[in-house]
């Protein structure tokens, strides 16, 4: 290789190392910009989803406006301390159930989701997914009302379980054909959260 063409393989070698670096902070600054707005964006949208989460998507519309308050729930664990993002949903002044915002490793990236659960956290009332990132006709299915509706009305005292080929009822979901990572990324979500929070949210609940 003469001296001329190795400097001409050096210069065009910097030269995409540059544009990298470039368009790398390009992107961070516009991920920096825009973080903010998207998280305030899902505040809200949480917020809007409760009352359907904890009475459906009728009776939330049909009947008086739930009272929503924020609470931090801590939960402490071997290595850490884990924090959940709970609202609770009162009725009248009765507790009405709960929203937990949780997430966790999906196919793609991370999938974010709010979990309706009953007064006394013993079954789900509702399924939201928040954001996802996974693949698109396959694991991004997980948003369909039909898929998310499987999971209302399903005790969680024992772990839910997504499997191929049909649900035989109980603790079982149908997995979608094709996405079953992602599939069991949810219910493994919603798995964890639950036995975190269960207890905790229990013992709130005797003391409304």
Same mark, same amino acid.
């Given at each position: 290789?003469?001296?001329?063409?190795?400097?001409?393989?050096?210069? =065009?070698?910097?030269?995409?190392?540059?544009?990298?670096?470039?368009? #790398?902070?390009?992107?961070?600054?516009?991920?920096?910009?825009?973080? $903010?707005?998207?998280?305030?964006?899902?505040?809200? %949208?949480?917020?809007?989803?409760?009352?359907?989460?904890?009475?459906?998507? =009728?009776?939330? =519309?049909?009947?008086?406006?739930?009272?929503? %308050? $924020?609470?931090?729930?801590?939960?402490?664990?071997?290595?850490?301390?884990?924090?959940?993002?709970?609202?609770?949903?009162?009725?009248?002044?009765?507790?009405?159930?709960?929203?937990?915002?949780?997430?966790?490793?999906?196919?793609?990236?991370?999938?974010?989701?709010?979990?309706?659960?009953? $007064?006394?956290?013993?079954?789900?009332?509702?399924?939201?997914?928040?954001?996802?990132? %996974?693949?698109? #006709?396959?694991?991004?299915?997980?948003?369909?009302?039909?898929?998310? #509706?499987?999971?209302? #009305?399903?005790? +969680?005292?024992?772990?839910?379980?997504?499997?191929?080929?049909?649900?035989?009822?109980?603790?079982?979901?149908?997995?979608?054909?094709?996405?079953?990572?992602?599939?069991?990324?949810?219910?493994?979500?919603?798995?964890?959260? +639950?036995?975190?929070?269960?207890?905790?949210?229990?013992?709130?609940?005797?003391?409304?």
């Amino acid at each position: 290789m003469n001296a001329t063409l190795r400097d001409n393989n050096i210069v =065009q070698a910097w030269l995409v190392l540059l544009l990298a670096v470039c368009f #790398g902070g390009m992107l961070a600054g516009v991920q920096l910009a825009l973080g $903010p707005k998207i998280e305030l964006n899902k505040v809200n %949208e949480t917020r809007e989803k409760v009352p359907e989460l904890v009475l459906g998507a =009728q009776a939330a =519309q049909a009947g008086a406006p739930l009272a929503v %308050e $924020p609470l931090t729930v801590s939960v402490e664990k071997p290595a850490k301390t884990v924090r959940y993002s709970v609202y609770e949903a009162k009725k009248d002044g009765a507790l009405a159930g709960w929203v937990v915002k949780t997430a966790g490793q999906g196919y793609a990236d991370r999938i974010e989701v709010l979990i309706g659960l009953a $007064p006394d956290a013993g079954s789900l009332t509702g399924l939201f997914v928040l954001d996802q990132k %996974e693949t698109p #006709g396959l694991g991004n299915k997980i948003v369909t009302d039909e898929w998310r #509706g499987q999971f209302v #009305g399903k005790a +969680v005292d024992r772990p839910l379980a997504a499997v191929k080929g049909g649900a035989k009822g109980g603790s079982e979901i149908d997995a979608i054909t094709g996405a079953t990572i992602s599939s069991h990324a949810v219910t493994s979500i919603i798995n964890t959260a +639950v036995a975190d929070l269960r207890q905790p949210l229990a013992e709130k609940a005797r003391g409304n």
